[in-house]
């Protein structure tokens, strides 16, 4: 169990540029959730993956937002045309549908800073 | 709709203090309600849980009781260590954990 990693740690942008960051689960957890925290404020959810399927998307996520689990493995989530109040941190978490389902484990996130 | 909101901080306790860090919940259905921690760079961890009203959830000298009559969530240890030092996140779920919901964290300063 090496945990979920996050690549990259941290990215600086420019506004209007589209950025990638990558998600490796822990390799036998087959949810997947994304989730965003600003400054002073609790994880915010984004979306969530069973597997390879996309169960669930904020209402609040913009379509500037898009995210993949191909094969049911690791994800992407993808900004395009950054703007300023994209500039946060991003994190993935996984879990395991077999119990105890409900415990999350976080990855260490991807600050993402737009300038 | 589904929230958390607990209380703000920072909270700076002397080490062997008595904590509580008080958290409150709107929820459909019946949430399971959770604490979380960040200790300073890391990842977010599970701290305890509790699935149903009365349930205890208990971990490392911590505790939150699921008072559903309050729709809270406390939690609370009787002597903080330095060590306890951290941001912690009062959390729900429901319809078979497809969500979470977090609350704002309360970071938690134990000096010796």
Known sequence: DTGVSQDPRHKITKRGQNVTFRCDPISEHNRLYWYRQTLGQGPEFLTYFQNEAQLEKSRLLSDRFSAERPKGSFSTLEIQRTEQGDSAMYLCASSSLDLPSEKLFFGSGTQLSVL | ?112
């Open chain 2, 1 to 112: 709709g589904d929230s958390v909101t607990q209380m703000e901080g920072p909270v700076t306790l002397s080490e062997e203090a008595f904590l509580t860090i008080n958290c409150t919940y709107t929820a459909t259905g019946y949430p399971s309600l959770f604490w979380y921690v960040q200790y300073p760079g890391e990842g977010l961890q599970l701290l305890l849980k509790a699935t149903k009203a009365d349930d205890k959830g208990s971990n490392k000298g911590f505790e939150a009781t699921y008072r559903k009559e309050t729709t809270s969530f406390h939690l609370e240890k009787g002597s903080v260590q330095v060590s306890d030092s951290a941001v912690y996140f009062c959390a729900l779920s429901v319809y078979n954990f497809n969500k979470f919901y977090f609350g704002s964290g309360t970071k938690l300063n134990v000096k010796p």
